[in-house]
C-alpha cells in the first residue's frame, strides 16, 4: 500500500525512520485523480514504533535533541509552590491504581482537585494528555500545580509520555507540572522535562501534603518568636521608663548637690570675715534668716516636685500598659468577629458549585446541577430543582 505523511507532521512525531524496523500506522485512506487515472493511498496521521529495542533508540535519540535545546535544565524548571492547595490532576479514571493511590496519599488537607480525564496509553493519548495541558493553562491559571501520573508499564504503553509533543507541552506550560509515573525504575522523557519527577504517584501526593505535615510545627514556632519579640518590646520600653527616671532623679541630685556647696562656701565666708561684719552682726543676722528660709522653702519645693514627678511616671507607665493590653485585646476582638467559622456558627450557610466557586446569584445555575451547602457542623451536597428570582 502507499503510504505518505507529511514533513511537519513526522517531525513532531520526534522519531527517525528506517528501513527494516517495524511500525504501526494510524491514518485515514485517500483516492484521488491523475494522470494515471485513479490514485489509492494512506495518509499517516501517526507512526508509533514496535519493539523494545527500536523503542529505547528513539528515546535516546529525541532525549540527545532536547537535552541539546536545554528543555531538561534546571534553570528552567518552575519551583513548585509551598502549602499547595489547587491542583489539577491528569491522568485516566479507568486506571488500576493510579489516580485511588495519589488521593488515598493526600490526607485531609483540604486540598481542590480539579480532574481531567484522559486516555495514558494507545495512540489517542498522547492528543489527549496534550489537550489537558493547554486546557489548564488557558482555563485555571489559578492553579498550584498540574499533577500528570499514570501506573506502570511496559515500553511500548509508555509511548506518549517519550513524545517530543507531550515534552514540549510540559516545558511550556506557565503552571508548574509534577510527573508521577509508573514505577521508581521507569524514566520517560515527561519525567526529565517536568519541574518535579516523582517516583510513583503516591510520591507525589506525599510530596504535596509534607508542608503541611509539617505546618503544625512552624504555627509553634511563630507563637514562640511572637511571644519572645512581644516581651522584647515591653523589656525596652521598661529599660527607657527606668533611665529617664534614673537621668531625672540624678540631675536633681546635682542641682541640690550645687545649691549645698553653694550654702557651705556662704557659710565659710561668714565665717572667716565674722570679725569684720562683727558691727553689723544683726543686719547679717536677719539677712541670713531670710535666705536660709528662701533655701528650705526652695528645697522643699524641689522635694515636692521630684515626689510629683516619680508618681506621674509611675501613673504614665501603669496607663502605657492598659493602653498597650486595650489595643491587644480589641486586635483579637477584631480577628475573632472577621472569622467566617463564626458566621457558620451563628447560622449562616456558603453554597459553592461544583468546582468550589462561592455562589452569589443563584440565576446563573442549571437544572439538576449540583452544589455543595456548607454549615458549621458538616456539609450537604444536593442538586437544583428549580431556580426562583
Given at each position: ?52 529495542g ?114 514540549r ?48 510545627n ?33 540631675k536633681?541630685?546635682k542641682?541640690i ?7 557651705e ?40 516636685k ?15 500598659q ?40 443563584p ?27
Amino acid at each position: 500500500m502507499k503510504c505518505f505523511i507529511w514533513q511537519d507532521k513526522l517531525e513532531n512525531l520526534g522519531i527517525e525512520l528506517k528501513e527494516g524496523i517495524e511500525v504501526k500506522v494510524f491514518g485515514y485512506p485517500k483516492i484521488y485523480k491523475s494522470q494515471y487515472g485513479s490514485e489509492f493511498e494512506f495518509e499517516a496521521e501517526q507512526i508509533w514504533l514496535l519493539g523494545e529495542g527500536v523503542l529505547k533508540q528513539a528515546f535516546e535519540a529525541l532525549k540527545r535533541k532536547l537535552e541539546k535545546e536545554g528543555l531538561f535544565k534546571s534553570e528552567f524548571k518552575k519551583p513548585i509552590p509551598p502549602f499547595c492547595q489547587k491542583i489539577g490532576l491528569i491522568t485516566s479514571k479507568y486506571g488500576r491504581g493510579a489516580k485511588p493511590d495519589f488521593e488515598k496519599h493526600l490526607g485531609k488537607f483540604g486540598f481542590k482537585i480539579y480532574f481531567y480525564d484522559v486516555r495514558v496509553e494507545g495512540i489517542f493519548a498522547l492528543e489527549e494528555i496534550v489537550k489537558a495541558i493547554h486546557w489548564f493553562n488557558e482555563n485555571m491559571t489559578d492553579l498550584d500545580v498540574l499533577v500528570l501520573i499514570r501506573g506502570g508499564g511496559d515500553w511500548e504503553s509508555f509511548q506518549a509520555f517519550n513524545s517530543e509533543q507531550i515534552a514540549r507541552a510540559i516545558f511550556a506550560s506557565k503552571i508548574p507540572i509534577i510527573c508521577g509515573l509508573g514505577h521508581e525504575s521507569d524514566i520517560t522523557i515527561a519525567d526529565l522535562v517536568a519541574d518535579l519527577r516523582t517516583s510513583t504517584p503516591t510520591d507525589a501526593a506525599k510530596i504535596l501534603t509534607e508542608d503541611w505535615k509539617l505546618a503544625k510545627n512552624y504555627i509553634f514556632q511563630f507563637e514562640r518568636v511572637f511571644n519572645i519579640s512581644i516581651d522584647k518590646i515591653f523589656k525596652g520600653i521598661k529599660e527607657r521608663i527606668v533611665s529617664v527616671e534614673s537621668n531625672l532623679t540624678g540631675k536633681i541630685k546635682k542641682e541640690i548637690s550645687v545649691k549645698q556647696k553653694g550654702i557651705e562656701v556662704l557659710w565659710r565666708d561668714l565665717t572667716l570675715n565674722f570679725q569684720n561684719y562683727f558691727k553689723e552682726f544683726g543686719i547679717l543676722e536677719r539677712e541670713f534668716k531670710r535666705n536660709f528660709l528662701k533655701i528650705r522653702r526652695l528645697i522643699k519645693n524641689q522635694k515636692l516636685k521630684i515626689e510629683q514627678s516619680l508618681k506621674d511616671l509611675i501613673e504614665n507607665k501603669i496607663r502605657f500598659q492598659e493602653k498597650i493590653e486595650n489595643i491587644l485585646k480589641q486586635q483579637e476582638e477584631k480577628l475573632i468577629l472577621s472569622s467566617p467559622i463564626l458566621k457558620l456558627k451563628q447560622g449562616y450557610t456558603i453554597t459553592l458549585d461544583e468546582f468550589g466557586k462561592i455562589i452569589k446569584d443563584p440565576t446563573k445555575l442549571k437544572i439538576s446541577q449540583e452544589i455543595k451547602t456548607k454549615f458549621y457542623k458538616g456539609q450537604v451536597l444536593s442538586k437544583v430543582k428549580k431556580v426562583e428570582k
